[in-house]
């Protein structure tokens, strides 16, 4: 079992930054391949990134690439997403994941923990 924490979530500006964190316990951090999704009021979950165990290999979709950053520290079992250059789409809230096995996945269903969320909420 794996628990996952998220936090730094808030209100921002349009154009502002926002770090979220997700701290993870249980069992060996660096065993799972960890993401990052969203669910904006009235849509459906959505990926917005993931990381592979080591670090060395991220995967982003259009609609965030060149302005959010995953990363990860394993001596710390924290995953973070670094949001930059945000926009009022962006409005949503952020969960964090946690997938069996070392690689990266942009699959919903490839993941077998999840957090509980946090919002974050971009004015115009």
């Known amino acids: 079992q794996v628990q996952l924490v998220e936090s730094g979530g808030g209100l921002v500006q349009a154009g502002g930054s926002v770090r979220l964190s997700c701290a993870a316990s249980?069992?060996?951090?660096?065993?799972?391949?960890m993401g990052w999704f969203r669910q904006a009021p009235g849509k459906e979950r959505e990926f917005v990134a993931a990381?592979?165990?080591?670090?060395?290999?991220?995967y982003y979709p259009d609609s965030v690439k060149g302005r959010f950053t995953i990363s990860r520290d394993n001596a710390k079992n924290t995953v973070y997403l670094q949001m930059n250059s945000l926009k009022p789409e962006d409005t949503a809230v952020y969960y964090c994941?946690?997938?069996?096995?070392?690689?990266?996945?942009?699959?919903?269903?490839?993941?077998?923990?999840w957090g509980q969320g946090t919002q974050v909420t971009v004015s115009s």
């Open positions: 249980g069992r060996t951090f660096s065993n799972y391949g």
């Open positions: 990381i592979n165990w080591s670090g060395s290999s991220t």
């Open positions: 994941a946690a997938a069996s096995g070392a690689s990266y996945y942009a699959v919903e269903d490839r993941y077998d923990y």
